[in-house]
């Protein structure tokens, strides 16, 4: 499903400024303001599917969206996006492939970070990627020990029924 429409620049799209979400000085802020791209979702939407190419960095504006991923011929939910979260930093630091498939559950908007201007951004701003690169090894821990957390759940849920 192809996006409902893109509103230009993302005027008055974001709760917090651009400058605010990725702690960078206002001038590359104002830089990332200028390309953003405001993209409006009806449900069902799918914003990217994983492995396609990364279009950039995107932030979850309003509604809610679903991220799953395929992994070792399995398909996995990862949970839910909700706004303020910043989306496929993974990609976008990295191969520039999708690392998993976003799709809209309600109807929905995204702040959509063109590669260039994020790559304009990094040259004015060095720090910025790596601020953005420590956010994604938080991002790797949190769901490292949510995994962990589950995997728990389980073998807990599965001795206690062992042992009565």
């Keep these: 499903m192809q996006p409902e429409k893109a509103t230009g620049r993302g005027e008055g799209a974001a709760a ?3 400058a605010e979400i990725l702690n960078c000085p206002p001038e590359t802020g104002h830089l990332l303001n200028a390309a953003a791209v405001c ?3 009806d449900s069902g939407g799918i914003v990217f599917r994983q492995g ?3 279009r950039g960095l995107y932030v979850v504006v309003s ?3 679903l991220r799953k991923a395929e992994r070792l011929q399995a398909r996995l939910n990862l949970g839910s996006a909700r706004p303020g979260d910043l989306l496929e930093l993974g990609a976008a630091l990295g191969d520039s492939c999708h690392t998993f ?3 809209a559950l309600t109807q929905a908007s995204v702040l959509m ?3 260039d201007a994020l ?3 990094f040259r004015s701003h060095p720090p910025m990627r790596m601020q953005l690169l420590e956010e994604l090894a938080r991002e790797v821990s949190r769901g490292y020990f949510a995994s962990c957390q589950d995997r728990n759940r ?3 849920g599965r001795t206690s029924t062992t042992h009565l």
Excluded: H, S, V
Aim: one cysteine or more; glycine letters at 8%; charged letters at 15%.
């Design 101 to 103: 498939t976003l799709t």
């Design 39 to 41: 993209i409006d979702y």
């Design 154 to 156: 389980k073998l807990r």
């Design 16 to 18: 917090r400024p651009i």
């Design 113 to 115: 970070l063109p590669m």
């Design 63 to 65: 509604g809610q969206f």
């Design 52 to 54: 396609g190419p990364c």
């Design 119 to 121: 790559n304009q951004a």
